[in-house]
């Protein structure tokens, strides 16, 4: 048994799945600047102006989109960044060390820049003094882009990486490089950085606290991503454990993929659309191995991290047509920008609060040329009509109505330009903020569909940021203000006339699906890969004892109540089905 051992730590099962690798562990120290020695100054010039190329491109959109908001003050502050990165004295200052010292690129950047603010600080003039401060900001952006390189190529082994925290753009760093695992100290189940390891298919442990601290460069870890667990140096009795265990799932995995062409309906005949969510583009073959019915979901900002930067009219427009033609006759649900949040701004808006901030449509409406770029994109591909289009974080009718707007006005530009579309394309929203939840029999007036994000929702009905392990407790998608909320939407979407999917990660919980499917859903969509195990679940269901159950649990004033109430539910009629998952 693997239990009772001292090597064990338990966290948050951000993703399933079992991995046994070598540690590489991925802490602050990478960002710190050291003198290393190098041999190849060739190499080391590339590494540079890759590096100064790549924030070259950063910065130019940052300023774009900066002018507005943020006002000429802060832009100014990223023209005089602009400035530095082509400077040619400076660059060539920087060239000719390396090549001369034959010392590391980002310590010869940190050196330099550090000499001009030295003497900006020195400077008798105020404004230069306080420009000094802002030249910092440039200086990390190069050292860090010169890192993030050496970093990726560093990994060429097979690892489990062990961090204090990553970002969704470092997990999406992980689908180029082989990481088998993934371990923090910190981040809730919700965040972007465990979404995007459950899409890449890594196992994820996150919110350990102390990890970092108890695990050492090289050691021998297991991840085991279903029950949030994790396994210093293991004995021989526990690595044979995992052996056995990685076995079964294989045997499992060729179980599951006999249903792919089944439907996903239940024993009763209720038939439930079963879709991918999308978060990276890569993952486009694993949607049709598994069997989605289309895609619920493309999360476009994830697409665009991908890209460094946010791609224009034309590059956007191919993505999606490339898109809409792998998945027709079936349909992609394309979610325009929600950036902000954990989703890091590509400016710098200091904001104290970036989930209640400056994100996805509030960022869209402000940034009226971006947001047009895209819908014309959308508008562009959507000729084979089966392209939706859905805004993230409503929480106004104006909002919808700005949007809609919007979307008119580049209709008319498209028909002026005589470029066809889908004029029928249909337009949906994200529920995912209590106020949208609280309209949601107005708001379907105004749109074809609606969409459940889970994630978001669930953090702000309860007060609970969903990437914050301290009290990941709290956070709690059984608790009967969450269950009677999502009743609500459903019941009132449905009179309004709406199908109403959820693409929230309540979806791919196993044991959350007989009630979802109880209280109406017409659609699910979830990671690829968590979709053969949900379809084994819907053809094992009966609807109307999941309706029963649904009920139940709304008259139920706890989230304990709740979840013994599914927990017996699961055990009483579901449990051969969920056989060599969970163990
Ligand atoms: C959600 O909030 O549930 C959702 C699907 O959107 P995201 O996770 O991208 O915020
Ligand atoms: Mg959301």
């Not at 890091?344 to 869209?364: H, K, M, S, Y």
């Not at 059984?478 to 006339?497: C, Q």
């Amino acid at each position: 048994m693997i239990e009772n051992k001292n090597n064990i730590l338990q966290g948050l099962a951000a993703a399933p799945g079992i991995s046994i690798a070598p540690v590489h562990l991925f802490t602050k120290e990478e960002i710190k600047v050291v003198a290393e020695d190098i041999t190849d100054a060739d190499e080391a010039l590339k590494s540079l102006h890759q590096a100064l190329e790549k924030s070259r491109k950063e910065l130019r959109k940052v300023f774009d989109l900066a002018v507005d908001k943020l006002g000429t003050n802060r832009a100014a502050i990223f023209e005089a960044q602009l400035m530095i990165l082509e400077d040619p004295i400076l660059i060539e200052q920087i060239e000719n060390r390396i090549r001369k010292e034959l010392k590391s690129p980002e310590y010869i950047v940190d050196d330099e820049i550090s000499k001009y603010q030295q003497l900006m600080r020195n400077s008798s003039e105020s404004y230069l003094k306080e420009r000094s401060h802002d030249i910092e900001d440039i200086k990390q952006r190069i050292v860090r882009n010169i890192k993030k390189r050496k970093w990726i190529s560093r990994i060429k082994d097979d690892v489990n990486v062990v961090a204090p925290l990553l970002t969704p753009a470092d997990s999406v760093l992980f689908s180029r490089v082989n990481v088998k695992g993934y371990v923090t100290d910190h981040g809730g189940l919700t965040s972007h950085a465990a979404i995007v390891a459950r899409s890449l298919n890594i196992p994820a442990v996150v919110g350990l606290h102390d990890a970092t601290t108890k695990i050492k460069e090289g050691d021998l870890l297991i991840v085991d991503g279903f029950h949030g667990r994790i396994i210093i140096n293991p004995d021989e009795s526990q690595i044979s454990y995992y052996k056995e265990r990685i076995q079964k799932l294989t045997v499992l995995d060729s179980e599951l993929a006999s249903l792919k062409e089944m439907p996903a309906q239940t024993i009763d005949g209720k038939k439930i659309k079963l879709l991918a969510n999308l978060d990276l583009q890569d993952e486009i073959d694993l949607v049709m191995q598994n069997g989605a019915e289309g895609i619920g979901l493309v999360r476009t900002e994830q697409i665009f991290q991908e890209h460094d930067i946010f791609p224009e009219e034309e590059e956007q427009f191919k993505i999606y047509q490339g898109l809409s033609e792998k998945l027709f006759p079936n349909e992609v649900t394309i979610r325009t920008l929600d950036i902000g949040g954990d989703k890091v701004l590509p400016v710098d808006a200091q904001e104290p609060n970036p989930f209640l901030g400056w994100r996805g449509i509030r960022f869209l409406l402000d940034n009226k040329k971006l947001f047009k770029n895209q819908i014309r994109a959308i508008l562009r591909a959507s000729n084979h009509r089966n392209i939706k289009l859905m805004i993230p974080m409503i929480s106004s009718i104006k909002e919808i109505r700005d949007s809609k707007n919007i979307i008119e006005e580049c209709k008319t530009e498209l028909r002026n330009e005589n470029i066809q579309f889908d004029e029928d394309l249909k337009i949906g929203i994200m529920i995912e903020v209590p106020s949208a939840a609280v309209m949601a029999r107005d708001y379907a007036e105004e749109v074809s569909f609606f969409s459940i994000g889970t994630n978001d929702l669930i953090q702000y009905l309860l007060a609970v940021d969903r990437g914050n392990d301290i009290i990941s407790n709290l956070y709690q998608e059984f608790h009967p203000a969450v269950v009677r909320t999502l009743n609500h939407i459903i019941t009132e979407g449905k009179k309004g006339g709406v199908e109403i999917t959820m693409c929230g990660e309540m979806a791919a919980d196993l044991i959350a699906v007989p009630l979802l499917i109880g209280l109406g859903l017409d659609a699910i969509s979830v990671s690829p890969s968590a979709i053969p195990f949900l379809k084994r679940v819907i053809r094992n269901l009966d609807y109307s004892e999941a309706y029963k159950l649904a009920d139940d649990c709304l008259k139920l004033k706890t989230e304990y109540e709740i979840k013994n109430k599914l927990n017996h539910f699961f055990e009483s009629k579901l449990l051969d089905v969920t056989k060599n998952i969970f163990n």
